[in-house]
């Protein structure tokens, strides 16, 4: 990306080099008194020499660049379907307790500690994928109901639009 930035700066920096070069085609004395064609108000309209070419060249591959570098800006970077994949993504990236990943053994507190934890964590994860779905379904529904109040207002609109009509 950094590449692509330096190549971006330095195509610009050229451009307006170029731009700041060349000589406008109203810039002769005698074009002012009207010493040139009838139809060339700015200068005959020839084909461009060296530096309109690369001045072309360079404002193409301007524009190139800006619409790449906003089309690979515009992509997620971390790409979730759901609120459901971020809560399974937070817990495992979630650090275990260091009960949980102490060696079990047949005997001793060891062994009482670590299934518990485990059922404990399996609860809390449970939990929070209730929540987040209690939480997306409370959003669905508030965003059915502004849907239909903005489609009761537009039904409105339309109706006193036609009676205005209508008289």
């Known amino acids: 990306m950094e590449i692509i930035l330096i190549i971006y700066l ?23 008194f009207g010493a040139g064609g009838a139809n060339t108000v700015f200068g005959a309209a020839g084909s461009g020499n060296v530096l309109t070419k690369t001045t072309t060249v360079l404002a193409i591959l301007f524009f190139a660049i800006a619409l790449g570098i906003s089309f690979m800006k515009s992509k997620p970077t971390v790409e979730t379907d759901s609120v459901i994949d971020e809560v399974i993504t937070e817990q495992e990236a979630a650090p275990k307790s260091l009960e949980a ?23 809390t994860a449970e939990e929070k994928l209730k929540d987040a779905q209690s939480k997306v379904e409370s959003d669905i529904d508030k965003a059915k109901a502004k849907v239909e109040e903005k489609t009761e207002e537009v039904a409105k609109k339309e109706e006193k639009k036609e009676d205005e009509t209508d008289k």
């Open 10 to 32: 330095v195509v610009s920096i050229a451009l307006i080099g170029i731009i700041l070069l060349q000589q406008g085609k109203g810039a002769e004395m005698g074009a002012s």
């Open 101 to 123: 990943e102490l060696p079990t053994t047949e005997g001793g507190l060891e062994a009482e500690v670590a299934p518990t934890e485990q059922k404990q964590d399996a609860t």
